[in-house]
């Protein structure tokens, strides 16, 4: 039988106005917006539909505008009949995937994200690092670079020759020319300010960890795929799990892969963007995808899935 995966973006998927036409045309997506202004002390209405794109830049508003949009976007779906079987989350995205599947709450979801963009621009400010997409090598080509050169490591394995590399400034910046000279298509610097999904964050988790450690978590409606282990994992694994997705690296081909090996034929992408259903086109060409993030796009998916 024919399953779906609900899939929820990173930081970098985000517009201004993003979810305001569905928040205003179902109350269920402004609940989620009203709750979460409440849960994080952000004002997210107006951030998210008035605010200017530069508002959004910076990490601390970033992540919890993302996930409450991408929670906001889920919950019209599900208000018009349309659940996933599986979950899965890109980075902070992982948040979405768990308040997607009841395995935390909305109000829950969204004040950690909160404190995860906090904790991680406050390490990015006392340990500065970057973050560099090779394109055009093969993730074993770019993992030898990232052995021979200190301080730099795989962050995201976002989809076959396309990996991002994270670290100190200096060897993120020898890691690309090494990657040129052994034939990479080109190599393109992220707009961040850590390096990410390295050790070099890992003070991050240890801020997050007391928050982590209050919230309930229980098993989800929707089986949750990590892609900290591109594995399915049940909910005893969550708390240490979003601590340790800071450090390590986002296995989004993997577990894009390990869906598909469960019989995952359809992906709807949840949120702002259309990012991560690019990605998939080049992990398997074959299954159908969609991207979830106005109201246009919404009736598309609840006529083909409702």
């Given at each position: 039988?024919?399953?779906?995966?609900?899939?929820?973006?990173?930081?970098?998927?985000?517009e201004?106005g993003?979810g305001k036409?569905?928040a205003?045309?179902?109350?269920?997506?402004?609940?989620?917006?009203e709750?979460g202004?409440e849960?994080s002390g952000?004002?997210?209405?107006?951030l998210c539909?008035?605010?200017?794109v530069?508002a959004?830049?910076?990490?601390?508003?970033?992540?919890?505008?993302?996930?409450?949009?991408?929670?906001?976007?889920?919950?019209?779906?599900?208000?018009?009949g349309?659940?996933?079987?599986?979950?899965?989350?890109?980075?902070v995205?992982?948040?979405?995937a768990?308040g997607?599947?009841?395995s935390?709450?909305?109000?829950?979801?969204?004040?950690?994200?909160?404190?995860?963009?906090a904790?991680?621009a406050?390490?990015?400010?006392?340990?500065?690092g970057s973050?560099?997409?090779?394109?055009?090598?093969?993730?074993?080509?770019?993992e030898?670079?990232?052995e021979?050169?200190?301080n730099?490591?795989?962050?995201?394995?976002?989809?076959?020759?396309q990996l991002?590399?994270s670290?100190?400034?200096?060897?993120?910046?020898?890691?690309?020319v090494?990657?040129?000279r052994?034939?990479?298509?080109?190599?393109?610097r992220?707009?961040?300010?850590?390096a990410?999904?390295?050790?070099?964050?890992?003070?991050a988790?240890d801020r997050l960890?007391?928050?982590i450690e209050?919230?309930?978590?229980?098993?989800?409606?929707?089986?949750f795929?990590?892609?900290v282990?591109?594995?399915l994992?049940?909910?005893q694994?969550?708390r240490?799990?979003l601590?340790?997705q800071?450090?390590?690296?986002?296995?989004?081909t993997?577990?894009?892969?390990?869906?598909?090996n469960?019989?995952?034929t359809t992906?709807v992408?949840?949120?702002?963007g259309?990012?991560?259903?690019g990605l998939?086109?080049?992990?398997?060409?074959?299954?159908?995808?969609?991207s979830?993030?106005d109201?246009?796009?919404?009736?598309e998916?609840t006529?083909?899935l409702?």
């Amino acid at each position: 039988m024919s399953k779906v995966a609900f899939m929820f973006p990173g930081q970098g998927s985000f517009e201004a106005g993003m979810g305001k036409d569905v928040a205003e045309a179902v109350p269920e997506a402004m609940e989620v917006y009203e709750q979460g202004s409440e849960s994080s002390g952000i004002d997210l209405k107006k951030l998210c539909f008035d605010s200017p794109v530069e508002a959004l830049v910076d990490t601390e508003m970033q992540q919890p505008a993302l996930v409450t949009t991408s929670l906001a976007l889920d919950a019209a779906l599900r208000s018009r009949g349309v659940s996933p079987d599986f979950v899965v989350g890109h980075s902070v995205g992982e948040f979405a995937a768990l308040g997607s599947a009841h395995s935390m709450s909305v109000r829950d979801a969204i004040a950690l994200v909160r404190e995860r963009g906090a904790a991680m621009a406050a390490v990015a400010r006392e340990h500065p690092g970057s973050m560099a997409a090779i394109l055009g090598l093969a993730d074993e080509a770019v993992e030898k670079l990232c052995e021979k050169i200190t301080n730099v490591w795989p962050a995201n394995y976002n989809c076959p020759g396309q990996l991002v590399i994270s670290g100190e400034t200096p060897a993120v910046d020898e890691a690309c020319v090494e990657a040129a000279r052994e034939g990479a298509r080109r190599a393109v610097r992220l707009r961040v300010s850590g390096a990410f999904h390295s050790p070099l964050v890992a003070r991050a988790g240890d801020r997050l960890r007391p928050a982590i450690e209050k919230v309930h978590l229980a098993e989800g409606r929707s089986a949750f795929m990590s892609t900290v282990t591109a594995k399915l994992e049940d909910a005893q694994r969550y708390r240490e799990l979003l601590i340790e997705q800071l450090t390590a690296p986002v296995r989004f081909t993997q577990s894009a892969r390990e869906l598909i090996n469960n019989g995952v034929t359809t992906f709807v992408e949840v949120g702002p963007g259309n990012v991560l259903s690019g990605l998939l086109k080049r992990i398997d060409r074959s299954v159908r995808t969609f991207s979830v993030n106005d109201l246009e796009s919404l009736d598309e998916v609840t006529e083909a899935l409702g």
